[in-house]
């Protein structure tokens, strides 16, 4: 094949991971193409208008310390901005927002349009040229080929997708758009393991058909804060969304029509998400309860489309329309959309290394939906990841592979590489070990070696990350010295001195306290560092004790795993252990002793053997 032509990095697909991988490899200087089927719907949100919410809105946050896109994005397009979990503990703090989703996608556009080095291409990628045990390139459907040394796969729900509204059947990748036909078949005959997952999306209904005030109005935080470390006066508007439930009725009409579901008349062969699950699975499975909540939202400013969340559903027409306007306040609603199940092909992610490579073939990266998770988030984090390190490989480096206590990005990714994903993946709070550890708040100070070492951050972020770093030191010590007096400005009623320290732990002193603290004491620090030092000396019993068992497990995180090892030949290994070791080849000993099925005893087994 002819090189001078050739792409470092091919990207198929623009919906989140791929926006996030072709900004990163064109960022980092490497002639890039997005292969997208329309570049009119490069980043578009197929499901509901918004950004954030548990643990994902972490997972932004380490995009932007990354050097990513979405925060910067979500910052210039939100209409409502809320910070999650606020009265309880900072580990589950999680920035949320409604999005303006035309304007997001638009923003999205411009910047991919306006990034040297990256060339969109409207096309349908149906095969992976490949020559010897390496890609060479894209054949497009109109037989053109499009030459690249590393192809990065983000097709999201579009492999093989099908939509289902009660009986009927519609091959699609999203509602109005094609499916992508030709890759799976190809990888599978590759000897990829291909399954089967679904998810639903709800109604859309007409604005003027709601009967607002029947219903729960709410708002955003008053004071509501950026995602992005590098978003400047933020100011956005504050739209409402609005509550609305459910009830016997409603419960009555869906449970009539079950025996016309696709899902229960096993038309729908994939699983979908147990956490998300449609209105009809959610009165099957919680039949107890009289009525399940509904958000209203705008899908944007202005909108005359409203969106229905809490009301996926895979019913026929009919049902879902008798059903929505049984809800008080919905009475009168007029349906733009309905809702629906799409069914797709995915890649168990067994199949991938924790820099996102397929273990079977050379160059090949999978992100985003496509290795079975779900969410615009997960997807983007994947995205960014894999060029970070597609271009590490370009370039002879190691992988970028943060870990566990470091990163959500690295608990997604670990967890892609050692559980079996029987259902889409979604990140949790639950799902991270350290939590205390992996604040939303702390995200520039756990990952800013990484962020220096992927080179996507400005200098001068990263220069102010450090500082911010170098603050927060001294003034955890300050803290402990430092001493309030029973007359003090911060208006803490105290009978005796005590230090900063103490009153913190006491909870004396909390969140509310903190910008009088910074004026009155400390006005030569940065809010941040204040804050910082604030949640360390808050915290610090738990904190230390993570720390002591990241330390632990470290010791098993370090023992790495030859990638030669063959498995069939270390004695004693259970047979369950060897059969998932042998399935998801960990890299190191930790990773082992997470994957399900892999006993202590195995891990014994495995560590004598490797020491002899
Ligand atoms: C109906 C529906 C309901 C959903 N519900 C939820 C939900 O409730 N909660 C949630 O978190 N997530 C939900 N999702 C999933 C969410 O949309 C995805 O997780 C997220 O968009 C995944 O991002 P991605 O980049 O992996 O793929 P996508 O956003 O799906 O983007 C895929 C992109 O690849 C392009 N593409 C595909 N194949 C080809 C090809 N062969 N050649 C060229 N381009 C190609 C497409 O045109 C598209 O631009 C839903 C998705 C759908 C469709």
Redesign the pocket.
């Known amino acids: 094949m002819a090189m001078e032509n050739t792409y470092d990095i091919l990207v198929?697909?623009?919906?989140?991971?791929?926006v996030e991988a072709a900004l990163a490899a064109a960022r980092l200087g490497k002639r890039s193409a997005l292969?997208?089927?329309?570049p009119d719907?490069?980043a578009?949100?197929?499901?509901?208008p918004s950004i954030g919410g548990l643990a994902k809105g972490h997972l932004v946050r380490e995009i932007d310390v990354l050097g990513g896109e979405m925060a910067k994005a979500i910052d210039a397009t939100g209409i409502q901005f809320k910070l999650l979990n606020r009265s309880k503990g900072r580990a589950v703090w999680s920035p949320r927002a409604q999005a303006d989703k035309i304007l997001y996608e638009r923003y999205m556009q411009r910047v991919v349009k306006n990034t040297p080095g990256l060339d969109v291409i409207s096309?349908?990628?149906?095969e992976l040229l490949i020559e010897g045990d390496r890609i060479t390139g894209i054949r497009l459907r109109d037989g053109s080929r499009v030459p690249g040394k590393i192809c990065i796969l983000?097709?999201?729900?579009?492999?093989r997708g099908k939509i289902h509204i009660g009986n009927i059947q519609i091959p699609a990748?999203?509602?109005g758009?094609l499916p992508?036909i030709g890759?799976s078949d190809q990888l599978k005959a590759l000897g990829f393991s291909v399954g089967r997952l679904k998810?639903?999306?709800p109604s859309r209904i007409t604005k003027r058909s709601i009967d607002f005030s029947a219903l729960e109005i709410q708002a955003g935080d008053p004071d509501p804060l950026p995602f992005s470390h590098s978003t400047q006066n933020f100011h956005p508007k504050n739209i409402p969304c609005w509550l609305a439930y459910t009830n016997l009725q409603t419960h009555d009409i869906l449970r009539s029509a079950l025996d016309r579901s696709p899902l229960y008349t096993g038309k729908i062969e994939g699983v979908g998400p147990r956490y998300?699950p449609s209105i009809e699975d959610k009165i099957v499975r919680f039949s107890e309860k009289a009525a399940h909540q509904l958000f209203l939202e705008p899908e944007w400013e202005g909108a005359p489309q409203w969106y229905v969340n809490g009301f996926?559903s895979s019913l026929p027409v009919d049902i879902q329309i008798r059903a929505l306007r049984t809800i008080r306040g919905l009475e009168g609603a007029e349906f733009i959309k309905i809702g629906?199940a799409?069914e797709y092909d995915y890649f168990p992610s067994h199949q991938i290394r924790r820099s996102l490579e397929t273990k079977a073939l050379k160059g090949l990266y999978f992100?985003?939906?496509?290795n079975g998770?779900?969410?615009?988030e997960?997807?983007a984090a994947q995205?960014l990841m894999a060029a970070i390190n597609a271009v590490r490989s370009l370039e002879g480096k190691a992988p970028l592979i943060p870990e566990r206590h470091e990163a959500y990005i690295a608990v997604l990714i670990d967890d892609l590489c050692s559980k079996e994903t029987s259902e889409p993946y979604?990140m949790f709070t639950s799902l991270a070990e350290y939590r205390l550890l992996l604040r939303w708040d702390n995200a520039h100070l756990r990952l800013l070696d990484y962020a220096r070492e992927a080179g996507l951050q400005s200098r001068a972020l990263i220069e102010k990350f450090e500082n911010t770093g170098s603050e927060t030191r001294v003034l955890e010590k300050k803290y402990t010295v430092t001493k309030i007096f029973p007359e003090n400005p911060l208006q803490i009623p105290l009978e005796q001195p005590a230090t900063l320290s103490l009153l913190i732990r006491r909870q004396e002193l909390d969140e509310r306290h903190l910008s009088l603290l910074r004026k009155h004491y400390f006005p030569e620090y940065g809010a941040d560092a204040v804050d910082q030092a604030f949640v360390l000396t808050r915290y610090e019993g738990y904190i230390d004790r993570q720390f002591k068992q990241v330390e632990k497990m470290q010791q098993l995180e370090g023992r790495r795993i030859p990638a030669l090892l063959d498995f069939n030949r270390v004695p004693s290994l259970s047979g369950e252990g060897r059969e998932k070791l042998i399935r998801f080849r960990p890299e190191t000993i930790g990773q082992a002793c997470r994957i399900r099925g892999v006993s202590p005893a195995d891990i014994q087994v495995l560590l004598i053997y490797l020491q002899k």
């Open positions: 198929v697909g623009g919906g989140h991971a791929g292969i997208t089927i329309d719907a490069i578009r949100m197929s499901c509901n096309g349908d990628a149906s983000t097709n999201g729900t579009f492999l990748g999203r509602y758009e992508s890759l998810t639903g999306t998300c996926s629906y799409i992100a985003g939906q496509i998770t779900s969410g615009y997960e997807a995205g979604r």
